[in-house]
């Protein structure tokens, strides 16, 4: 079984609606991540969090919000999507001491 | 603030040629430099990484060195494989108390049998 896992894994959606997109893992680390990957310009970092109780906006946090429900659940929602939110999205997760940050297969989210 | 540049793809090579995929960064402090690799369909996987000046990681044949003083942390493999086509993500992480982890826009990579 996959340590990262995000769901779904592709949705699509239209401009306005809300939507969460979910990260679980099982490798107990405490800190976890969302980033959004658009072509050409890489990964970017929405919001990250250190602990259940700690959460912190990243480089693109505007129309974007996220709940860590457990250590090993961190979910990020889009209020009222809008097209240019379009991307793929992945979770990743870390632990203190180290900085190697571990990927989910990605989540793929289209607004039309 | 810290950032990545790595060049342009894409890149198509034939098997069995050399690879090089260059990357620069700017960074304040000593950053710790990586190499990720997202093959089709997945999630990016660490590749390398390199924590301080000169040193060399290196995975699966691939190779990149942490050379401080042109700033820089450039892939390289001697003898690349039709498997080896994937996107490559440069990045750096601040080390710092937030785990910044910053991107480059990728490259990718195709190569032909």
């Known amino acids: 079984d996959a340590d990262v896992t995000q769901t779904p894994r592709n949705r699509i959606t239209k401009t306005g609606k809300r939507i969460m997109l979910e990260c679980s893992q099982t490798?107990?680390?405490?800190?976890m991540y969302w980033y959004r990957q658009d072509p050409g310009l890489g990964l970017r970092l929405i919001y990250y969090?250190?602990?259940?109780?700690?959460?912190n906006k990243g480089e693109i946090s505007d129309g974007y919000s996220v709940s860590r429900q457990a250590q090993a659940k961190f979910s990020l929602s889009l209020e009222s999507a809008i097209p240019n939110q379009t991307a793929l999205y992945f979770c990743?997760?870390?632990?203190?001491?180290?900085?190697?940050?571990?990927f989910g297969p990605g989540t793929r989210l289209t607004v039309l | 603030g810290n950032s990545v540049t790595q060049m342009e793809g894409p890149v198509t090579l034939s098997e069995e040629a050399f690879l090089t995929i260059n990357c620069t960064y700017t960074?304040?402090?000593?950053?710790?430099l990586f190499w990720y690799v997202q093959y089709p369909g997945e999630g990016l996987q660490l590749l390398l990484k390199?924590?301080?000046?000169?040193d060399k990681g290196s995975n699966k044949g691939f190779e990149a060195t942490y050379r401080k003083e042109t700033t820089s942390f450039h892939l390289e493999k001697g003898s690349v494989q039709v498997s080896d086509s994937a996107v490559y993500f440069c990045?750096?992480?601040?080390?710092?108390?937030?785990?910044?982890?910053?991107f480059g826009a990728g490259t990718r990579l195709t190569v032909k049998p």
């Open positions: 990743a997760t870390s632990t203190p001491g180290t900085d190697t940050q571990y």
């Open positions: 490798k107990g680390h405490d800190r």
């Open positions: 969090s250190f602990d259940v109780k700690d959460i």
């Open positions: 960074a304040t402090g000593y950053p710790s």
């Open positions: 390199a924590t301080k000046a000169d």
């Open positions: 990045a750096l992480s601040d080390r710092g108390g937030n785990n910044d982890m910053r």
